[in-house]
């Protein structure tokens, strides 16, 4: 039988080989399949296998086909130095570098790994990583070098760019101002930026991370408001705009505000906390001063309207709670404006200051003292029980207030008048009780001022009728419902008419008229009397004119001035504008003014009177005797005349007093240079007084009462023309002069 294997093998291209000659078969060629798929490989691999020598160019004795896709250049090019050698390709920067890389490698008989660029046949730079080992010749010296090189340039790059966005957010991370954290779920930090550290006034984020460790111990001033931060963070995965006080390192008090949220994972696991801490305590401390600029008062520091109108309620809520009372007193600094007017505001506010505290030393701790704005100020009082605790509270607040105090090297004195209405008797809500303890307020004013009264339900009458004689005040300013009478002078040495005083009068709805003395102090109060004021000026000079004009005696006319008109307002301006409007020469004008108007504060009033004084306008002391003159300011004062008070001439004949001061105040007068009036003359007694002592004129009942304006001119043309009254007076008059004493047999009273 023939051997299978040998006739197989003889028509092996014709028939199927057996199993063994295919194992045959196939040892045969493996080396060759090897070396095609090696072949294969390599051609297909991105980047390009090589062997070079190990000299200084690193001649390439073989590349593969990848060659040309990596650096541009074919094969043959490259090897041997066809064209260019692979170590020119490198690029110049990085050829010594990789040298002395390979070299390192090499010494120390390990594979190199080297990272460079080189410039591709177009001009591109690419980066390539490349990697090898050197082959040892016989002699153990390195001749070969075999490796790979593949292009790296795009993972170089997103590294590059990643690098630099990491470069880029620790830069922010490290220079922020901001505070930047991160903590592990437990509250540990993890870390930190040096701008957190700074805040919480640690040298460095390592220092704080030492100390502090984890969250729970950063030292909250309150102690429930970081259990409150982790509630809301771990409630709602974030916290905005967390505010709380916290003590730094050297225990310093400051404000942060605290943004922060959780980072989870894919899965939904909770990875850490991170955000951000800022320092607000300047924006803090800001608000704050905003808020209790607010709700203060800048002058006197104490709580204004504001705040009070929420204390009140809070006190009212308190008191129906315990079943007791809250007392809202209100308090008015009595006169307060004239001080404010004369001795200028920064004395007025000291003063307010002052009295504030002392308002302040009256009440507990748990009571308010408001400014409620002007020379008001408001009292809230709890728990003071009956009313007695309250008037012994009030009385003690009256005291205080009329203490005198030193401003500005002056004694100032002021007293008020309290208002008080009981919550919750008088009213149940803030603005009810405010409207009573006013209206109580009011009748203290009214009973004298210095003096406390609790509300009742019968004040509000009164406080009607007196803001129904405002409103119809008001009224009579925008239709100028006013009217002037006036009183002639006598003079006491020709028994002429020598003068005259115009005295207002308001119209009434019921065709009378009001006495000044029911609305002049309002009118000073709510400011009226200025617009009052001038409408008088202007009318009295219209009128004196229009006396002149008709051929009548010329005289002057007196008008009346209160205090608001002397300090708060242009006062020359105003009198220059009448006397134009009327074409009246100013020496017909003339000005009274009281003791207390022009001794508040003399230096500043001075400087006005001098002014009217150089326009031409005569100006007297009006009542005096009732108020406090220093005669040293007296003499100062251009004055050109006296006003004896009526008081004084009441008692002539009655009181020896009386006739004393009369006297007195005629020499004093006469000493100063100025001439006297009495006013106030009303019995034949009086005058002759007034004769024998050489006083200059008289105003009073006895020659005439104060006249409406035809009336008045009546009087004067009936004075041309020799009518009894008239002759009497004279006659009385230059034989008095002449003779040095005096029996009045006539009576100059009748017509
Ligand atoms: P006064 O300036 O001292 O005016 C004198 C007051 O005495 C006037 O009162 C006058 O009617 C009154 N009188 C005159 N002779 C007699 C008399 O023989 N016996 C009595 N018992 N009284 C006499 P009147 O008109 O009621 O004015 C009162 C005060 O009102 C004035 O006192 C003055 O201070 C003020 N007044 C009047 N008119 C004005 C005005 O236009 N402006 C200002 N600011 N105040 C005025
Ligand atoms: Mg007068
Ligand atoms: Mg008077």
Not at 336 to 341: G, P, S, T
Request: charged share 25%; aromatic share 6%; with cysteine.
């Amino acid at each position: 039988m023939n051997k299978p294997g040998k006739r197989d093998a003889l028509n092996s291209t014709r028939k199927a080989p057996g199993k063994r000659q295919r194992e045959i078969d196939r040892s045969r060629q493996a080396p060759r399949e090897k070396e095609r798929t090696l072949t294969t490989l390599m051609s297909n691999l991105d980047g390009m296998v090589y062997r070079c020598r190990n000299d200084a160019h690193g001649t390439l004795q073989f590349v593969s086909e990848g060659c040309y896709h990596l650096t541009g250049f074919r094969p043959e090019e490259l090897l041997l130095h066809g064209e260019i050698s692979y170590e020119q390709i490198k690029h110049p920067d990085d050829r010594l570098r990789v040298r002395d890389e390979i070299n390192a490698a090499l010494a120390a008989e390990r594979r190199f790994f080297v990272e460079y660029r080189i410039q591709c046949r177009d001009g591109a730079i690419k980066w390539v990583w490349e990697r090898g080992v050197g082959i040892a010749g016989d002699d153990g010296t390195v001749v070969t070098l075999e490796g790979f090189i593949e292009d790296v340039t795009e993972r170089k790059l997103s590294t590059q760019a990643l690098q630099q966005a990491e470069r880029g957010f620790r830069s922010i991370f490290e220079n922020a101002t901001e505070g930047i954290f991160q903590t592990s779920p437990e509250g540990r930090y993890l870390n930190i930026n040096p701008a957190l550290a700074r805040i919480c006034g640690y040298d460095s984020p390592a220092e704080f991370i030492a100390s502090i460790g984890d969250m729970q111990h950063q030292r909250y001033t309150e102690r429930t408001r970081h259990d409150e931060f982790m509630r809301l963070l771990q409630k709602h995965g974030a916290v905005t705009n967390f505010v709380s006080e916290i003590r730094r390192k050297d225990r310093d008090k400051i404000w942060i505000s605290e943004n922060a949220r959780a980072v989870f994972d894919e899965t939904g696991e909770l990875l850490f906390y991170e955000g951000t801490v800022e320092d607000v305590t300047e924006s803090k401390l800001n608000q704050e001063k905003l808020q209790h600029l607010a709700n203060h008062d800048p002058v006197t520091n104490l709580p204004n309207r504001l705040l009070m109108n929420d204390r009140l309620r809070q006190m009212m809520l308190g008191a129906q709670r315990n079943k007791s009372v809250v007392a809202v007193a209100l308090l008015d600094l009595d006169h307060f404006k004239l001080i404010n007017d004369t001795f200028g505001h920064n004395r007025g506010d000291q003063l307010l200051q002052t009295m504030a505290h002392r308002m302040q030393a009256c009440v507990r701790e748990s009571d308010s003292v408001v400014r409620l704005g002007g020379d008001e100020f408001v009292l809230l009082l709890s728990g003071v029980g009956r009313g007695e605790a309250m008037s012994q509270v009030t009385q003690r607040v009256l005291h205080a207030i009329a203490r005198p105090s030193r401003i500005e090297g002056r004694e100032l004195s002021v007293s008020c008048s309290i208002g008080v209405s009981m919550f919750p008797r008088d009213g149940r809500d803030v603005q009810t009780l405010l409207r009573n303890a006013d209206t109580a307020m009011y009748k203290a004013k009214e009973l004298g001022r210095n003096n406390f009264q609790f509300y009742s339900p019968e004040m509000n009458v009164v406080i009607t009728e007196r803001l129904e004689l405002q409103d119809a005040l008001r009224k009579a300013v925008e239709k100028e419902e006013f009217v002037l009478l006036y009183q002639p002078k006598v003079d006491l040495v020709s028994g002429q008419i020598a003068g005259m005083e115009a005295l207002l009068r308001v119209k009434d709805d019921k065709g009378g008229l009001l006495q000044p003395q029911n609305f002049i102090r309002l009118a000073e109060e709510s400011g009226l009397i200025v617009p009052i004021g001038e409408w008088v000026m202007r009318q009295a000079c219209a009128f004196n004119k229009l006396l002149q004009d008709r051929g009548l005696p010329p005289m002057r006319v007196a008008i009346n001035l209160s205090a608001r008109q002397l300090t708060r307002y242009d006062l020359v301006r105003a009198v220059e504008q009448a006397l134009r409007d009327a074409g009246l020469s100013a020496e017909f004008l003339e000005l009274e003014l009281t003791e207390s108007m022009v001794m508040h504060d003399p230096e500043t009033v001075i400087a006005t009177l001098e002014q009217l004084e150089a326009l031409g306008v005569q100006l007297s002391i009006d009542d005096f005797g009732t108020g406090y003159s220093s005669l040293s300011y007296l003499k100062r004062f251009p004055v050109a005349s006296l006003k004896i008070d009526q008081s004084f001439v009441r008692e002539l004949g009655q009181d020896d007093n009386a006739a004393a001061i009369v006297k007195a105040v005629i020499s004093l007068g006469h000493s100063l240079d100025m001439k006297v009036i009495a006013e106030g003359v009303e019995t034949e007694k009086q005058m002759s007084f007034l004769l024998e002592n050489h006083c200059d004129a008289m105003q009073g009942f006895l020659f005439s009462r104060p006249l409406a304006a035809d009336e008045f001119i009546t009087l004067l043309e009936r004075e041309g023309s020799g009518t009894d009254k008239f002759s009497i007076l004279r006659q009385l008059c230059s034989s008095f002069n002449d003779q040095s004493s005096l029996q009045f047999t006539a009576n100059i009273t009748g017509n």
